[in-house]
Structure formats: C-alpha cells, structure tokens
C-alpha cells in the first residue's frame, strides 16, 4: 500500500535526516498529548459527572488532541496542506455511509442480546465516550501519527500502522481489572487502530472514514450495557469482526469502482 497525493509527492526530496526529525517531533507531541495531558486531565475531571466531565475533558484532553497537531503540520506545510495530513479536508459523507452500512448488524446484534443503557447521563456519555473521543482519537493517531510516519516520514504501512496502533492499545491498557483483561483489551484495540489505519489510506488518506466507524461503534457500546471497557464477549467479538468484515468487503467494492473510474477517465483523482 502506498501513498498517493501532493503531500507525499512534496517529500521526496526530503533527506532522510530531515524525515526522521520530523518523525521524532511527532512522536514527542504525542508523547505530550497522550502520556503528559491525558493523565493529568484524567486526574482532574474524573470526580466530575455528566456535562462536567465533558467540559473538562474537551478543555483538557479533547482539543489538544486536534489542536496541537495541527499547529505541528502547519508549522512545517502550511494551512493547507496540514488540513491534508490530517485528513479532515476529505468529503464526510463516504465516512458516514460505511459507517452506517458497516454497524448496521452490530447494532442490531447489541438490541437482540443486550439491555439498552439505563445511564441517567446518557447524552453527556455518548458524546464524551463516542463522538468527542473518537473523533480526536482518530485525528491524533490516524490523522497525525500514523500520518506523519507514513505519509510523511515515509515508513512503510505496516510498520507504520503497527506502531501507531500499538500505542492506540497501550493507552487504552489501564482499563484492564487485571493481566488477562488488560491483554485483551490491548490486543483488540491495537487490532482496531491497524484497521483504522488501512481504512484510512484506503479511502484516499480520509479521516472521517475511520472516525466514523470508531465513533458508531463506541456509540453502540454504550447504548448498550455491554462493557465498561473494550473487552467484550464472545458474541460482541463476533459483532465487531462483523463490522470489520462489511467495511473492508465495501472498501474493496469502491477501490475498485475508483480504479475503474480513473482508468476509463470517469473519475478526477
């Protein structure tokens, strides 16, 4: 898998030297986001409780997520290209159709075997824990993280993407009760980032692609009684791989419909 747009085409005349400072930076920013500014805010909102929460994690955690990186990309590319890397200059509605398409026998599967929430706070929840954080989850890992590495310092996708999403694990570890649910809860996490990771060059480096998904996905987790944490059972790994399965059946449906669209000159790349 390879990149294919102005960003890439505008490094390769990048020493390797400057590509791996780049790199660093970015890794040190998201140290600075994700292992400085996460626990601190974690500290400091968690006594608090619906719309509460919310607010401070926004302030805290949420807009540094999109903040920072932004500030990162433009410093080096400038205004627009750094909405390139990132991925939000991309068409939502893409993101929102396979989402919806992709979720659909999930959510049924979670109405069938599990209670709907009872959560008196379920509003603030739904946008603290599925729409806020996964959208800047996805910005900062996706979008910038992996972004940098792949797109910009050029590492190859796989390493790239496993990198990325093994931090995306490690960061969600501390829900674990104990070892055994802290592996699973790594192991599925950081399968998910490198899902994300694919979904998101695949649709031509679109963040909403995979914001999406994470975002509907978190969002029936808590509509639901499932889980607290994103270790699940055997039958909500069986919904999750199903989402998995539809996204990359559809994604592979519009890759080739693209490729066939640009061939037969149908298609603007």
Same mark, same amino acid.
């Given at each position: 898998m ?9 490094? /390769?005349?990048?020493?390797p030297?400057?590509r ?5 930076a970015?890794?040190i920013? &998201?140290?600075?986001?994700?292992i =400085? ?6 500290e400091?909102?968690?006594? %608090?409780?619906?719309?509460?929460i919310?607010?401070c994690? +926004? ?5 540094? *997520?999109i903040i /920072?990186p &932004? #500030?990162?990309?433009?410093?080096i590319?400038?205004?627009r !290209?750094s909405? +390139?890397? @990132?991925?939000?200059? %991309?068409?939502?509605?893409?993101g @929102?159709i396979?989402?919806?398409?992709a ?6 599967? @979670?109405?069938f075997s599990?209670?709907p +929430?009872?959560?008196s706070?379920l509003v !603030? =929840? ?6 806020v ?6 910005? #900062?890992? *996706?979008?910038f /993280?992996?972004?940098?590495l &792949?797109? =910009?310092? *050029?590492?190859? &996708? $796989? !390493?790239a993407? $496993? ?5 995306f ?7 674990g009760?104990?070892?055994?649910e ?7 996490? +950081? ?13 031509g480096?679109?963040?909403?692609? !995979? ?6 996905m978190?969002g029936?987790?808590?509509?639901f009684? =499932?889980?607290n944490t994103?270790?699940?059972?055997? #039958?909500?790994?069986?919904? *999750? ?10 994604t592979w ?9 640009? %061939?037969t000159?149908?298609l603007?790349?």
């Amino acid at each position: 898998m390879q990149p294919h747009d102005g960003i890439e085409m505008s490094t /390769l005349t990048w020493s390797p030297n400057r590509r791996a400072t780049v790199a660093i930076a970015a890794i040190i920013l &998201f140290v600075i986001t994700e292992i =400085v500014l996460r626990p601190m805010a974690i500290e400091q909102c968690s006594a %608090r409780a619906g719309y509460g929460i919310l607010q401070c994690f +926004s302030i805290r955690l949420y807009a540094p *997520r999109i903040i /920072l990186p &932004f #500030l990162f990309v433009m410093a080096i590319f400038g205004l627009r !290209p750094s909405l +390139s890397i @990132l991925g939000i200059d %991309r068409p939502v509605a893409p993101g @929102l159709i396979l989402a919806i398409s992709a979720t659909s026998f999930m959510g049924i599967g @979670l109405a069938f075997s599990h209670q709907p +929430s009872e959560a008196s706070d379920l509003v !603030p =929840v739904l946008l603290r824990r599925a729409l806020v954080s996964g959208l800047t989850e996805e910005v #900062l890992y *996706r979008g910038f /993280l992996f972004g940098i590495l &792949f797109r =910009v310092a *050029r590492i190859s &996708f $796989i !390493p790239a993407a $496993i990198a990325s999403a093994a931090l995306f694990g490690a960061m969600h570890v501390a829900q674990g009760a104990d070892l055994i649910e802290s592996v699973i809860i790594f192991a599925v996490t +950081s399968i998910g980032g490198i899902w994300f990771a694919w979904l998101f060059v695949a649709w031509g480096n679109n963040i909403w692609v !995979p914001a999406s998904l994470h975002v509907s996905m978190n969002g029936l987790w808590e509509l639901f009684e =499932v889980s607290n944490t994103a270790a699940g059972s055997f #039958l909500t790994d069986l919904l *999750r791989a199903s989402v998995i399965v539809v996204s990359i059946m559809l994604t592979w449906l519009y890759t080739k419909h693209r490729g066939v669209a640009e %061939r037969t000159g149908s298609l603007k790349a």
